[in-house]
């Protein structure tokens, strides 16, 4: 007997077995086809013939993230050109031939003595020749800049810069101006020296004809020492220096005894040699020295 309520499971058991029959067929036809066809239909022991196979799960790919700057690629920096580097160069090169050139131009103007001039002209030379060389062997060199770095003009001005170590003024009229009316600075300068001097700047003064006063002079001593003898109207100034004083430097010790004998012309002019009666413009030296 025909019972409809099991109808469908009749249809069912019926379709299953028609996919058991169909089975080796679809194997066959399986096999036959090639393993990189697109859209193959594959048949395992445990999947249906009937419903195609679900593709392979696959990991899904992993997200793209930022790099960070030190991994990037260092060729997308931009790196400064052999022309740019060379044009660098250049211009430290120029530099260095504008300060050979202002040293020279502070010795014509008396601001420099020759020692400081040599050591500063010679320090910015041998930079300028260095690079010149590093250039020379390499264009691309970087090494230049090292030597084109500022430094020790200071010090060389500074060191061979001369210094006044003692200011001393005698009386033009007194029968021994082996007396000094006055003396300043930590050296004393030894009678072998001064008397010598001393001896010549008398008989110059008492055999003058002209009014005005001598013409100052310095010059220098055995041990390197500088002296400036600087003869005036009714006194004369002696100034002993550690190296070859600038001109300006001999300069500013002329008009000291300039000043001194203006400042002072009255007293002087009386005949009054007392050092508590006199200005001495000449000490302001060493009182900057001590700051």
């Known amino acids: 007997m025909d019972n409809k309520g ?3 499971r009749t249809l069912l058991r019926r379709l299953l077995k028609q996919a058991d029959e169909q089975m080796p067929q679809a194997v066959e ?58 044009l660098q160069a250049e211009e430290a090169l120029e530099k260095l031939r504008q300060k050979t050139a202002q040293i020279a131009n502070e010795f014509a103007e008396g601001k420099l003595n020759r ?8 320090h910015f030379n041998e930079k300028r020749v260095i690079i010149e060389q590093l ?42 101006m082996a007396t000094p009316i006055t003396t300043a600075g930590s050296i004393t300068l030894p009678p072998e020296i001064i008397d010598p001097i001393l ?26 020492q500088w002296i400036a003898i600087i003869p005036g109207m009714f006194t004369s100034a002696i100034a002993l220096f550690s190296l070859e004083p600038s001109s300006q430097q001999f300069t500013l010790v002329v008009d000291l005894q300039r000043d001194f004998e203006r400042a ?8 009054i040699r007392q050092p508590d009666q006199l200005v001495f413009p000449h000490r302001a030296l060493f009182e900057q020295q001590e700051h």
């Open 29 to 86: 036809l399986d096999k036959s086809l090639p393993e990189s066809s697109s859209g193959a239909i594959r048949t395992t022991g445990d999947a249906s013939p009937v419903r195609p196979a679900s593709p392979d799960s696959a990991e899904p790919p992993s997200p793209i993230m930022p790099q960070p700057r030190a991994t990037q690629n260092a060729s997308a920096v931009p790196q400064p050109s052999g022309v740019e580097a060379r």
């Open 115 to 122: 020692a400081q001039f040599t050591a500063m002209y010679a």
């Open 135 to 176: 250039l020379a062997r390499d264009p691309d060199t970087q090494a230049w800049q090292h030597v084109a770095r500022p430094g020790h003009t200071g010090f060389l001005r500074q060191h061979f810069e001369a210094r006044v170590l003692s200011y001393s003024i005698y009386n033009n009229s007194a029968d021994d």
């Open 6 to 8: 099991d109808r469908p």
């Open 199 to 224: 001896t010549a700047l008398s008989i110059l003064l008492k055999t003058r004809t002209a009014s005005k006063p001598l013409r100052a002079l310095n010059r220098q001593l055995e041990n390197g």
């Open 264 to 271: 002072n012309r009255v007293v002087l002019g009386r005949g």
